[in-house]
């Protein structure tokens, strides 16, 4: 059992929404979004109803890698604005009693950062790993061509050294593996406290942490990995409670228990979110695994591997925390790609809006943005077959130009704005009450002002095929179905009242789920427990 009990109640309640702030919203006209752009833009989010933000990194950089590849932890990058257009933003979303969350990224740094560079000449410098030729494992290991020589290891690109917070294993035959207690790892780990601290200063919420499981190296079962997120979690307890940290991690089960308020179920670790909507990387009109998921309109999938994978999570994770589940991020397509198109994607968030776990929407899914295919690499989006900027173009705000992002000329734009004639924007989706936007807001409305519905309450799972139903608490009935053909279940419950629904009827022989439906209902008193 986990020594760390109870997320704050804030983070239990939330409905998280990822901004990848490069194409969010440019408010100075230079085609890349920025923090002052944000701010702008919060009356909708309140409006929408989301009310935790988490910006995908913003900070100075040498932009290799989006952001990933950071410069400066405790600068906001000149084109994202200043700490002050930061503190403005963080301020601004408080007034509409939303949070703001930071993207950290301690594994690694760019190549140009000031500890990287005087890492490069000084032999006494252990902020990194160094070794004086290329061992085993042999990947990632680069060559130094300045005054100090040898190799380094790099944690995700060549130009982002990994900082070194150690090996579980040490060897004397290889000595760049120093234990996790080196001064070299323990500077790093103050200096994690140290940029986590500068921005909790400044107001924000929590962060979002990035490659969470790739700190400690050769470390079997991540336990010391593990144990140094649980050192962060006691400093964060006592020097700023109420702050929290979100992994990415893939693996809720260990994630949690070690440490963390939150972890998400990823496309990169178990099949859990695949089985749901494989959304694949760049993919094309094929999921990504070739295996069906669920929200496919061939229904070829089930939620047998969803729901068995939640509930092995939640049994570890044991009350101390939450599943995060995405529509999608910055490294994986869209929930509207491939066949499923955004007309078809309603229900996927009806399942998100009302499962127990933290539901995080990616900027745009709830429109219906779709990844956008046979862009260039823009900033180290490109990951082998990876394109992962199709996920990234700018938010369609109105039909104005660039759909309202950017007054720069399209060319100038960070991305190109999806070129699809019918390409969703905010201002059209708003207008009209049947259009994705204003069901993902009612969902969102029901989820916030009903306990039931949140991250807490029970769930039990009646019918996992077509459609998915399940009961929250005992006496909220959420049925879904993802597919383009009907689907009925054998449960007839009477005299439930509707809360939000959309193609589903109760009727007296069963549930009848028309293609693509969802509803929720509540039941009659008389019903709980017998179902
Ligand atoms: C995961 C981030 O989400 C991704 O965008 C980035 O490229 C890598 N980590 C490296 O930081």
Redesign the pocket.
């Given at each position: 059992m986990s020594a760390h009990r109870n997320p704050p109640s804030w983070l239990s309640e939330a409905v998280l929404y990822q901004i990848y702030p490069a194409t969010f919203a440019d408010s100075d006209g230079d085609g890349i979004g920025d923090l002052r752009g944000v701010t702008q833009r919060l009356d909708h989010l309140s409006w929408l109803g989301v009310d935790t933000l988490w910006l995908?990194p913003c900070f100075d950089s040498t932009f290799g890698?989006?952001g990933?590849?950071v410069t400066d932890y405790l600068t906001v990058a000149p084109r994202y604005g200043t700490n002050e257009d930061a503190d403005a933003l963080i301020e601004a979303a408080r007034a509409r009693g939303m949070r703001v969350m930071f993207?950290l990224?301690p594994?690694?740094t760019s190549h140009r950062h000031p500890w990287f560079l005087e890492a490069v000449r000084n032999p006494d410098d252990h902020r990194y790993i160094w070794s004086d030729r290329i061992a085993s494992p042999v990947r990632g290991w680069i060559p130094n061509h300045a005054a100090r020589g040898g190799y380094y290891l790099a944690?995700?690109?060549p130009i982002?050294p990994a900082l070194n917070f150690g090996y579980a294993r040490t060897d004397p035959a290889e000595p760049w593996r120093q234990p996790v207690t080196a001064p070299g790892p323990q500077a790093n780990r103050a200096a994690l406290r140290e940029i986590m601290g500068h921005w909790f200063d400044r107001g924000v919420s929590g962060f979002r942490v990035?490659?969470a499981a790739s700190l400690v190296k050769d470390d079997p079962g991540l336990v010391e990995t593990g144990r140094l997120w649980g050192e962060m979690r006691d400093w964060i307890d006592t020097a700023y409670p109420g702050r929290i940290l979100l992994s990415?991690w893939g693996d809720p089960g260990t994630a949690v228990p070690a440490g963390f308020h939150a972890d998400f179920f990823l496309h990169f670790t178990g099949p859990a979110l695949r089985s749901l909507w494989d959304n694949g990387t760049g993919s094309q009109g094929a999921w990504a695994d070739g295996a069906p998921c669920y929200f496919d309109p061939e229904g070829r999938g089930s939620m047998a591997t969803f729901v068995d994978a939640w509930q092995e999570a939640d049994a570890a994770i044991d009350g101390a925390g939450h599943v995060a589940l995405p529509t999608a991020?910055?490294?994986f397509s869209r929930l509207t790609c491939g066949p499923r198109t955004r007309d078809m994607v309603a229900p996927a968030f009806a399942f998100q809006l009302t499962w127990p776990s933290v539901p995080v929407i990616y900027y745009g899914d709830e429109i219906g943005m779709r990844y956008v295919p046979g862009l260039p690499d823009k900033e180290?989006s490109q990951?082998d077959s990876e394109a992962?900027q199709g996920s990234r173009t700018p938010m369609q705000w109105d039909d104005s130009a660039n759909a309202g992002f950017s007054t720069a000329p399209p060319d100038q734009c960070y991305l190109p704005v999806d070129p699809a004639p019918d390409r969703p924007t905010v201002a059209a989706a708003r207008a009209d009450e049947a259009s994705l936007l204003h069901h993902v807001r009612r969902l969102i409305a029901l989820r916030r002002s009903t306990p039931a519905l949140g991250a807490t309450a029970p769930v039990r799972v009646l019918h996992r095929d077509y459609p998915f139903v399940y009961l929250r608490g005992d006496r909220h009935l959420v049925v879904v179905n993802g597919r383009a053909t009907p689907a009925t279940a054998p449960f007839p419950p009477t005299g439930a009242s509707p809360l939000a629904v959309h193609g589903v009827e109760l009727t007296p022989a069963g549930i009848a789920a028309a293609p693509f439906s969802y509803g929720v209902f509540e039941l009659p008193e008389a019903t709980a427990g017998v179902l």
């Amino acid at each position: 059992m986990s020594a760390h009990r109870n997320p704050p109640s804030w983070l239990s309640e939330a409905v998280l929404y990822q901004i990848y702030p490069a194409t969010f919203a440019d408010s100075d006209g230079d085609g890349i979004g920025d923090l002052r752009g944000v701010t702008q833009r919060l009356d909708h989010l309140s409006w929408l109803g989301v009310d935790t933000l988490w910006l995908s990194p913003c900070f100075d950089s040498t932009f290799g890698d989006g952001g990933y590849d950071v410069t400066d932890y405790l600068t906001v990058a000149p084109r994202y604005g200043t700490n002050e257009d930061a503190d403005a933003l963080i301020e601004a979303a408080r007034a509409r009693g939303m949070r703001v969350m930071f993207d950290l990224v301690p594994g690694h740094t760019s190549h140009r950062h000031p500890w990287f560079l005087e890492a490069v000449r000084n032999p006494d410098d252990h902020r990194y790993i160094w070794s004086d030729r290329i061992a085993s494992p042999v990947r990632g290991w680069i060559p130094n061509h300045a005054a100090r020589g040898g190799y380094y290891l790099a944690n995700f690109y060549p130009i982002q050294p990994a900082l070194n917070f150690g090996y579980a294993r040490t060897d004397p035959a290889e000595p760049w593996r120093q234990p996790v207690t080196a001064p070299g790892p323990q500077a790093n780990r103050a200096a994690l406290r140290e940029i986590m601290g500068h921005w909790f200063d400044r107001g924000v919420s929590g962060f979002r942490v990035d490659m969470a499981a790739s700190l400690v190296k050769d470390d079997p079962g991540l336990v010391e990995t593990g144990r140094l997120w649980g050192e962060m979690r006691d400093w964060i307890d006592t020097a700023y409670p109420g702050r929290i940290l979100l992994s990415e991690w893939g693996d809720p089960g260990t994630a949690v228990p070690a440490g963390f308020h939150a972890d998400f179920f990823l496309h990169f670790t178990g099949p859990a979110l695949r089985s749901l909507w494989d959304n694949g990387t760049g993919s094309q009109g094929a999921w990504a695994d070739g295996a069906p998921c669920y929200f496919d309109p061939e229904g070829r999938g089930s939620m047998a591997t969803f729901v068995d994978a939640w509930q092995e999570a939640d049994a570890a994770i044991d009350g101390a925390g939450h599943v995060a589940l995405p529509t999608a991020n910055h490294d994986f397509s869209r929930l509207t790609c491939g066949p499923r198109t955004r007309d078809m994607v309603a229900p996927a968030f009806a399942f998100q809006l009302t499962w127990p776990s933290v539901p995080v929407i990616y900027y745009g899914d709830e429109i219906g943005m779709r990844y956008v295919p046979g862009l260039p690499d823009k900033e180290g989006s490109q990951l082998d077959s990876e394109a992962r900027q199709g996920s990234r173009t700018p938010m369609q705000w109105d039909d104005s130009a660039n759909a309202g992002f950017s007054t720069a000329p399209p060319d100038q734009c960070y991305l190109p704005v999806d070129p699809a004639p019918d390409r969703p924007t905010v201002a059209a989706a708003r207008a009209d009450e049947a259009s994705l936007l204003h069901h993902v807001r009612r969902l969102i409305a029901l989820r916030r002002s009903t306990p039931a519905l949140g991250a807490t309450a029970p769930v039990r799972v009646l019918h996992r095929d077509y459609p998915f139903v399940y009961l929250r608490g005992d006496r909220h009935l959420v049925v879904v179905n993802g597919r383009a053909t009907p689907a009925t279940a054998p449960f007839p419950p009477t005299g439930a009242s509707p809360l939000a629904v959309h193609g589903v009827e109760l009727t007296p022989a069963g549930i009848a789920a028309a293609p693509f439906s969802y509803g929720v209902f509540e039941l009659p008193e008389a019903t709980a427990g017998v179902l």
